[in-house]
């Protein structure tokens, strides 16, 4: 099994309608969540967030713009890195052009949803985090993955409160 290398980015890529390209991850951690991944040996971060949107979407990324992040405790399928358990975050919001042509390894259920319909999928992560929902319950119906409730919370996308967002947090670690 490979080690964590404690560095991730994630892409934010909305249409002109201003509906987020998602999908529900076909690999630990479960939820959903647009476009993201290790930095690994990729180089930059930038050069990271262009090849995971290439590899998970099908997509050419031809706008990058940092718009957050910093570290987070949240867990990945890798053992952990030099660092422990988390990464550090670097999020974009970006601009693609291309035919989505989704990875069948590490997506299922790719879409456009509206901010109304993020907040929904907020709500199920809430449920999930405040013990209303079971880890099963969640694979098999996804909420937003938890670390992402935060930074679509700092987009002002989300919607949620200080303490669900620390419980969101604790079920991201664990």
């Avoid at 967030?49 to 957050?68: K, N």
């Avoid at 993955?145 to 930074?151: A, R």
């Amino acid at each position: 099994m490979k080690f964590c290398d404690n560095t991730s980015v994630g892409i934010v890529i909305t249409n002109d309608a201003g509906a987020y390209l998602m999908f529900d991850r076909a690999t630990f951690p479960p939820g959903t969540a647009p476009a993201a991944g290790h930095i690994d040996d990729h180089g930059t971060a930038e050069e990271a967030a262009r090849a995971e949107v290439e590899e998970e979407l099908g997509l050419t990324v031809t706008v990058l713009t940092h718009v957050t992040g910093w570290w987070r405790n949240n867990q990945c399928r890798r053992l952990p890195g030099a660092r422990g358990i988390g990464h550090e975050w670097t999020i974009f919001q970006a601009s693609v052009t291309g035919i989505l042509a989704p990875s069948v390894r590490e997506t299922r259920n790719v879409r456009w949803l509206s901010a109304g319909e993020l907040q929904a999928l907020a709500e199920r992560t809430v449920a999930y985090a405040t013990g209303r929902l079971t880890a099963a319950e969640f694979v098999a119906a996804p909420g937003i993955e938890p670390v992402w409730v935060q930074w679509f919370a700092n987009l002002g996308v989300l919607d949620v409160t200080p303490d669900d967002l620390r419980l969101i947090d604790q079920k991201a670690q664990a």
